[in-house]
């Protein structure tokens, strides 16, 4: 156990009373008195707080996480009388993240197996009659489609592994609602055309399946096209971001909807085709052998056609003209609005958001916001301005840089610290400790009779110790007897290897390669506190840079990898998401024949549900990170998959010489019972259930953000786009 950081370090000025501003880690209660001695601090104690430092050597890591379990496990089970205890470790973070994701696996699961019931409820047409139901149930079609969306995920995860590309949980989660999304919605828009088809030739004789599929695919092939193509190109400029992440998902997303479009363009039409011959021939579904008295099956429409043809599309089309434009005005509106609410979107991700309910690490961040009253240690590294060239600390220039100067790197600390710039107590260096406090004392810097380095702990036992000669002269070689001596309360307690025994590199014999100097961030709460505090370090770090020539510092702590993306994550933002957007206005204008004006019309659709979502994320408290990036550039292909089936079709009856608002009602009434019962209610189905989950990263960014998606995008397309169209 480090001394420094268990009880506080050594120190003369505390050792008296036990209750300097080094004991920072016995947190005393106000309300109990200020103690004067030790018994009266122990007795004003409301928690304390050991930490066992284990060694950061590569080769010994795994050593070091295996003990870190061990301790956890011991921690987890061992009962305190008296006490309460909390417990944290490196690994533990990275532990309950992994636990968390196995439980809700049950969740997700759970998800997926609903999806499949309604789907295959909702391609079939229902009905009291046993054989009716068995003629006209799509289970063998609902189980290929869903099995090709498997198997495109997989497959994408495949090739990508075969090129290292890391399949994290964000990918497993969101390429795979992505793609079911767009492929239950293509299975939708085809059984529905083909049932509609069907329908036309009751009490014919003779019905060719294959020409009935190839009708089918006149009608939906080409938007099929242009939504895969669309999303596919999107998704591949995704993957030129510089955020990892979104870059791993964009080429997951490429080449599972890309395989999906494939299968489904290829087996699964061979799948439909037998089983439109098995309809037609009157046998029972998954039970080809077993076929009923032969008798008529009249074709009628399901609820949700009925709804959208009759309900939804007569009520949108109302002869009263106002109705289109005031619901053009209400959209505009709401996406202006939520431009004006993007500003206040938050960045971040809180930690305690990713971790279960009933995780240990919560009690123990609980504890710590409570009780400790500093933050994580920063280090301000340092080394000579030229890489090439030792540095030597002792150099008048270099130490007046360093620590002298009032511009100096220990000085700028000092500023920062007493001007609170998520800074706080005094920084540690271990030069001025060396040179003010252990070098000039008596006790500390001890020679044995041969030269050699003589430790506090047996000097007062060896007699040959003696007080070190020409200090002013071997100073680099002191300063190394320096960093191996131990305190020792009956001899030298400035002692500085519990504290600064990493925090020099030497090369050879004069000079040092790299140190730091280190200080206390002042309590963190959030995501918020984390990103200001490392600009805080940055911007230290950048005024000691531009004030000390020779030298080269950069800032160091355990958190501060995790919160460099948010540098850059609105610019990343805007970028990736223009260059989707980008993508699919060419590939839309290149697919619909050049037909600028439904590009134009489908991009603004597109970018409506973005900024709503924005928006939405601010409303929900949902912050904008990697995982929520992400989603926004999912939302940019589901929004695809919304509105381009109704555009072409639009496109379509307006090649017929269609009036816009008869091309527009037509276009809704025929695709709109796909949409809504394919892609929006299968994904509502699937995603309640993640309401359930354990963990509030997917309640919050699994089951908000994809439920804000979806609602989103299905207004858009079932009232939104049919309003503007009929007005161009």
């Given amino acids: 156990v480090?001394?420094?950081?268990?009880?506080?370090?050594?120190?003369?000025?505390?050792l008296g009373t036990l209750g300097g501003n080094d004991l920072g880690l016995i947190i005393m209660c106000p309300a109990l008195g200020m103690p004067d001695n030790a018994t009266d601090m122990l007795n004003s104690t409301c928690a304390i707080m050991f930490a066992f430092l284990l060694t950061g050597e590569f080769e010994k890591m795994e050593n070091a996480s295996?003990?870190?379990?061990?301790?956890?496990?011991?921690?987890?089970?061992?009962?305190?009388?008296?006490?309460?205890?909390?417990?944290?470790?490196?690994?533990?973070?990275?532990?309950?993240?992994?636990?968390?994701?196995?439980?809700?696996?049950?969740?997700?699961?759970?998800?997926?197996?609903?999806?499949?019931?309604?789907?295959?409820?909702?391609?079939?047409?229902?009905?009291?009659?046993?054989k009716e139901c068995g003629i006209k149930a799509k289970v063998t079609v609902a189980l290929t489609g869903v099995l090709i969306?498997?198997?495109?995920?997989?497959?994408?995860l495949g090739v990508l592994s075969y090129f290292r590309l890391?399949?994290?949980?964000?990918?497993?989660?969101?390429?795979?609602?992505?793609?079911?999304?767009?492929?239950?919605?293509?299975?939708?828009?085809?059984?529905?055309?083909?049932?509609?088809?069907?329908?036309?030739?009751?009490?014919?004789?003779?019905?060719?399946?294959?020409?009935?599929?190839?009708?089918?695919?006149?009608?939906?092939?080409?938007?099929?096209?242009?939504?895969?193509?669309?999303?596919?190109?999107?998704?591949?400029?995704?993957?030129?971001?510089?955020?990892?992440?979104?870059?791993?998902?964009?080429?997951?997303?490429?080449?599972?909807?890309?395989?999906?479009?494939?299968?489904?363009?290829?087996?699964?039409?061979?799948?439909?085709?037998?089983?439109?011959?098995?309809?037609?021939a009157g046998r029972i579904d998954c039970v080809c052998c077993v076929r009923p008295e032969a008798s008529h099956i009249p074709y009628r429409p399901g609820i949700i056609k009925r709804f959208v043809e009759n309900v939804w599309?007569?009520?949108?089309?109302?002869?009263?003209?106002?109705?289109?434009?005031?619901?053009?005005?209400?959209?505009?509106?709401?996406?202006?609005?939520?431009?004006?609410?993007?500003?206040?979107?938050?960045?971040?991700?809180?930690?305690?958001?990713?971790?279960?309910?009933?995780?240990?690490?919560?009690?123990?961040?609980?504890?710590?916001?409570?009780y400790l009253n500093v933050g994580p240690s920063v280090n301000f590294v340092f080394r000579n301005n030229d890489p090439s060239r030792p540095l030597d600390v002792f150099n008048d220039e270099i130490h007046r840089q360093l620590l002298s100067s009032p511009t100096s790197l220990f000085q700028t600390m000092e500023a920062y610290s007493e001007n609170d710039h998520y800074m706080t107590g005094t920084p540690k260096s271990w030069l001025k400790s060396y040179e003010t406090e252990w070098l000039p004392a008596?006790?500390?810097?001890?020679?044995?009779?041969?030269?050699?380095?003589?430790?506090?702990?047996?000097?007062?036992?060896?007699?040959?110790?003696?007080?070190?000669?020409?200090?002013?002269?071997?100073?680099?070689?002191?300063?190394?007897w320096f960093l191996q001596d131990i305190p020792d309360l009956n001899g030298c307690v400035y002692g500085g290897k519990p504290i600064y025994g990493h925090a020099v590199n030497f090369t050879g014999s004069t000079g040092i390669r790299a140190g730091y100097f280190s200080v206390s961030h002042k309590q963190l709460t959030g995501s918020k506190d984390f990103i200001m505090s490392r600009k805080a370090a940055l911007n230290l770090v950048e005024e000691v840079n531009s004030k000390n020539p020779n030298i080269t510092v950069f800032p160091y702590s355990h958190f501060y990898h995790f919160y460099e993306q948010y540098d850059t994550i609105h610019k990343e933002t805007v970028i990736d998401v223009a260059i989707c957007l980008g993508a699919v206005f060419?590939?839309?204008?290149?697919?619909?024949?050049?037909?600028?004006?439904?590009?134009?019309?489908?991009?603004?659709?597109?970018?409506?549900?973005?900024?709503?979502?924005?928006?939405?994320?601010?409303?929900?408290?949902?912050?904008?990170?990697?995982?929520?990036?992400?989603?926004?550039?999912?939302?940019?292909g589901i929004s695809v998959e919304f509105s381009a089936h109704i555009i072409k079709s639009f496109v379509r009856y307006s090649s017929y010489g269609d009036m816009p608002i008869q091309a527009s009602y037509r276009a809704l009434a025929g695709t709109g019972p796909a949409i809504l019962s394919g892609i929006t209610l299968t994904k509502v189905v699937g995603i309640f259930v993640l309401i359930f989950a354990k963990s509030r990263l997917f309640q919050v960014f699994y089951f908000k953000m994809f439920l804000s998606v979806i609602v989103l995008?299905?207004?858009?397309?079932?009232?939104?786009?049919?309003a503007l169209m009929s007005l161009m």
């Fill in 2 to 14: 480090s001394p420094d950081v268990g009880f506080g370090g050594f120190q003369t000025r505390t």
């Fill in 66 to 130: 295996l003990w870190e379990l061990a301790m956890s496990n011991f921690m987890k089970t061992t009962q305190f009388n008296h006490i309460k205890c909390s417990f944290n470790s490196a690994r533990a973070l990275e532990d309950e993240i992994d636990r968390a994701s196995h439980a809700d696996i049950t969740i997700i699961m759970i998800s997926y197996i609903l999806m499949f019931f309604y789907v295959t409820c909702g391609l079939g047409r229902l009905s009291w009659s046993p």
């Fill in 149 to 156: 969306v498997l198997v495109s995920v997989i497959c994408a």
């Fill in 166 to 280: 890391p399949a994290t949980l964000v990918v497993i989660e969101v390429v795979p609602f992505l793609t079911l999304a767009v492929g239950i919605d293509n299975v939708f828009i085809i059984v529905q055309t083909l049932q509609k088809t069907m329908g036309r030739y009751i009490g014919e004789d003779k019905i060719c399946p294959r020409e009935i599929m190839i009708q089918v695919l006149e009608n939906v092939g080409p938007s099929m096209l242009l939504s895969s193509t669309t999303q596919t190109v999107a998704f591949a400029l995704g993957g030129l971001s510089t955020m990892p992440a979104v870059r791993n998902f964009a080429f997951n997303a490429t080449l599972a909807v890309l395989i999906d479009f494939i299968l489904q363009m290829t087996i699964f039409l061979v799948v439909l085709t037998r089983d439109t011959e098995r309809e037609i």
């Fill in 313 to 370: 599309s007569k009520a949108l089309f109302h002869p009263n003209s106002f109705i289109r434009p005031l619901v053009v005005a209400v959209f505009f509106c709401g996406a202006v609005i939520s431009a004006t609410l993007i500003p206040m979107l938050e960045v971040g991700l809180d930690e305690t958001m990713a971790l279960p309910l009933d995780s240990h690490l919560t009690v123990y961040l609980d504890d710590i916001f409570k």
């Fill in 442 to 480: 008596f006790e500390c810097c001890r020679s044995d009779a041969h030269g050699g380095f003589c430790p506090s702990s047996e000097a007062a036992s060896h007699h040959g110790c003696r007080e070190c000669p020409a200090k002013e002269d071997n100073k680099m070689e002191y300063l190394k």
């Fill in 586 to 636: 060419i590939m839309s204008n290149i697919i619909l024949g050049c037909n600028i004006k439904a590009a134009i019309i489908l991009l603004t659709s597109v970018f409506m549900i973005v900024i709503d979502l924005l928006g939405a994320m601010v409303v929900l408290n949902i912050p904008l990170n990697a995982i929520s990036l992400v989603n926004i550039i999912m939302s940019i």
């Fill in 713 to 722: 995008g299905a207004l858009h397309a079932l009232a939104f786009l049919p």
